[in-house]
């Protein structure tokens, strides 16, 4: 019995050892070139958004922002992470502008998870409730992709950028 209570004890010790912080995290644009939709893919950009890691153990990841696009839509995007680079996967193809490569088409993939929506309405932005393992564990490495999968895009093609992202981490035991 007194094993028990003293296992009981550290257990309720070690969960009340937590705290919650809020860290912004930098812009992230990512460029659609000119189709009506990925094709069933996520594009991410070229390059990961990367940051200073919170460090501790992270318990829970809630991502909040906005994410703008380059025009007026009227439209859903399912919303992507990933912490694997998409230029060392196989599923991924490279788009290039002028030799530059810009962002990855990617099928979906075990490395890829839908972390949220977006919903333009005749708007040109969008806010952003996002979470899930892979945005967790992006924000616990310092580096992550976020990308977009789309329908229905304008032909002249739409560059997305999420901005004023706030990482509300739950640290802890």
């Given at each position: 019995m007194r094993s028990l209570l003293l296992a009981l004890g550290l257990s309720l010790a070690l969960v009340s050892c937590s705290a919650t912080l809020?860290?912004?995290?930098p812009?992230?644009?990512v460029k659609v070139a000119a189709v009506a939709d990925t094709g069933g893919k996520v594009v991410y950009p070229a390059n990961p958004k990367t940051f200073s890691p919170?460090?501790?153990i992270l318990k829970d990841v809630r991502v909040e922002g906005t994410l703008e696009a380059s025009q007026e839509l009227f439209l859903t995007l399912d919303l992507y992470a990933r912490t694997g680079d998409p230029a060392q996967d196989p599923d991924c193809s490279a788009l290039s502008d002028l030799g530059t490569t810009y962002a990855y088409?990617?099928?979906?993939g075990p490395?890829?998870?839908?972390?949220?929506?977006a919903e333009f309405a005749k708007t040109e932005s969008a806010p952003l409730s996002l979470s899930g393992s892979k945005l967790t564990e992006g924000?616990?490495?310092g580096r992550l992709w976020l990308g977009v999968m789309a329908r229905g895009l304008p032909t002249a093609g739409v560059t997305f950028t999420f901005k004023n992202l706030r990482?509300?981490?739950t640290l802890g035991f």
């Open positions: 809020t860290l912004p995290l812009d992230q644009t919170p460090g501790r088409v990617c099928s979906v490395e890829d998870e839908k972390i949220g929506q924000i616990k490495q990482a509300t981490v």
